[in-house]
């Protein structure tokens, strides 16, 4: 990435996610707004979206094998894992919906996976295992689970703001930044 193309992407995943959050939805908790524009910043590099590996090094894509992977973990590893699950489920849902179409097509493992049921245990999951030095309180992904609904329908919603925007992230509504 090209130096400031970063901190560009950040403030516009930031002021979009406080604008949609805030403004249409009334979400006042800054906490959960703040989390779903860093997963926004995050899986904008695809390395970060499959960044669970198996132990042959291949990125994990469907989450049957990631729950799996999970279970195979201890403390801080499994931790992440199930965070990553939600995150995963929660972009997919709420972002691109039509995704889910092919990824839980009858020839792959997910077949049978309810993303948002999935999302939401995960999330219950990571905020139950105990961690010293992660950076993502128990607390907030227990209302990332709560909430989780509320941020897929708010992902879908910061996806028609960006598809309003023009070439220059032009619209008549401003972002807050």
């Not at 002021?15 to 524009?37: K, M, R």
């Not at 931790?79 to 972002?95: A, C, M, P, Q, Y």
């Not at 905020?127 to 509320?150: D, P, Y």
């Not at 897929?152 to 972002?175: C, H, K, M, T």
Request: include cysteine.
């Amino acid at each position: 990435m090209v130096p400031g193309e970063q901190d560009t992407l950040s403030r516009f995943f930031d002021g979009l996610t406080q604008y949609v959050f805030h403004t249409q939805l009334g979400v006042v908790d800054t906490t959960i707004v703040d989390y779903v524009g860093e997963l926004l910043q995050r899986f904008s590099r695809c390395e970060n979206l499959q960044r669970i590996r198996q132990l042959n090094g291949k990125p994990v894509t469907e989450v049957v094998t990631m729950v799996a992977e999970a279970e195979h973990r201890i403390g801080e590893a499994k931790r992440e894992v199930h965070r990553h699950i939600g995150d995963f489920t929660l972009f997919w849902s709420g972002l691109y919906p039509e995704a889910l179409r092919e990824m839980q097509s009858p020839d792959r493992k997910d077949m049978f996976i309810n993303y948002c049921a999935q999302g939401k245990r995960a999330y219950r999951i990571a905020s139950g295992i105990a961690t010293k030095s992660s950076q993502t309180s128990s607390e907030l992904l227990v209302r990332m689970s709560e909430n989780f609904e509320m941020c897929a329908y708010g992902l879908r919603e910061i996806r028609r703001e960006w598809e309003r925007r023009d070439d220059n992230g032009q619209s008549d509504v401003p972002l807050l930044i």
